[in-house]
C-alpha cells in the first residue's frame, strides 16, 4: 500500500515567521508531487507541483523536493494569517495505478 | 476560465433513500475525478475517467455507487441506497490529461448527511 504521510499538526507559526510543512511518500518511484492548501469547508486548492530534485519558489511559497530521502516539503515565507488552513500533499506514481496518493494534510494555524 | 461546476452544494437525506450528484469540468479538462473526503482525511478516489471511459474505479462500493460520464464531458454520481457512513463531502475534480503532470482542480464539493 502506497502511502504518503503528514503530521497532522496544528502547526502554530507566529505572523511573519517561515512555516515549513513536511510529507513523507513511501513510493520510491513517484514522479509528481503537489501541494493543496484547504480552508475550513472548502476544496482543495492547488498551489504548488513539482516534478523534480530541487526547489521551486512561487511568490511566498517554496516547494523543495528530495527524491533520495523521499520528502516533499513547503515553506510559506512570511505567513499570513489567512494562510491559515489545512494542507494536503499529494504524490503521483506509476505504482500507485496512475493515480494521487493523498495525505490526511497538516492543519496550519498562524497566529497574529 | 469557468472552474468547475458541481450541485448541489449541500443535500441531507435519510439512510436508504438515493441522491445523485452532478459535475461539469473545466473545458478541454479529458480527465474527470470523484472523491470521497471524510473530515479530517484526504480525499478519497471513487471513480476516475478519460473522456467517457472509467480508467479506475476499484474504491467504488459498486453495490450502491455509481456513476456515468456518457458524452464525456459532465458526470454524475449516484448513491442508492445510501448509509450513515456515506455522509461525507463529494468532490468532483479535473484535470488535462490524467498523465504525470496530472495538476487537478477542483469544484466546491457537495456536503451529504444522511440521517
Known amino acids: 500500500q502506497k502511502e504518503v504521510e503528514q503530521n497532522s499538526g496544528p502547526l502554530s507559526v507566529p505572523e511573519g515567521a517561515i512555516a515549513s510543512l513536511n510529507c513523507t511518500y513511501s513510493d520510491r518511484g513517484s514522479q509528481s508531487f503537489f501541494w493543496y492548501r484547504q480552508y475550513s469547508g472548502k476544496s482543495p486548492e492547488l498551489i504548488m507541483s513539482i516534478y523534480s530534485n530541487g526547489d521551486k519558489e512561487d511568490g511566498r511559497f517554496t516547494a523543495q523536493l528530495n527524491k533520495a530521502s523521499q520528502y516533499v516539503s513547503l515553506l510559506i515565507r512570511d505567513s499570513q494569517p489567512s494562510d491559515s488552513a489545512t494542507y494536503l500533499c499529494a504524490v503521483f506514481g506509476m505504482d500507485s495505478n496512475y493515480q494521487l496518493i493523498w495525505g490526511a494534510g497538516t492543519k496550519l494555524i498562524i497566529k497574529p | 476560465e469557468a472552474g468547475v461546476a458541481q450541485s448541489p452544494r449541500y443535500k441531507i437525506i435519510e439512510k436508504r433513500q438515493s441522491v445523485a450528484f452532478w459535475c461539469n469540468p473545466i473545458s478541454g479538462h479529458a480527465t474527470l475525478y470523484w472523491y470521497q473526503q471524510i473530515l479530517g482525511q484526504g480525499p478519497k478516489l471513487l471513480i476516475q475517467?478519460?473522456?467517457?471511459?472509467?480508467?479506475?474505479d476499484s474504491q467504488l462500493p459498486k453495490d450502491r455507487f455509481s456513476a456515468e460520464r456518457l458524452k464525456g464531458v459532465d458526470s454524475t454520481l449516484k448513491i442508492q441506497p445510501a448509509k450513515l457512513e456515506d455522509s461525507a463531502v463529494y468532490l468532483c475534480a479535473s484535470s488535462r490529461t490524467g498523465g504525470r503532470n496530472n495538476e487537478q482542480f477542483f469544484g466546491p464539493g457537495t456536503r451529504l448527511t444522511v440521517l
Open positions: 475517467f478519460q473522456n467517457n471511459g472509467v480508467v479506475d
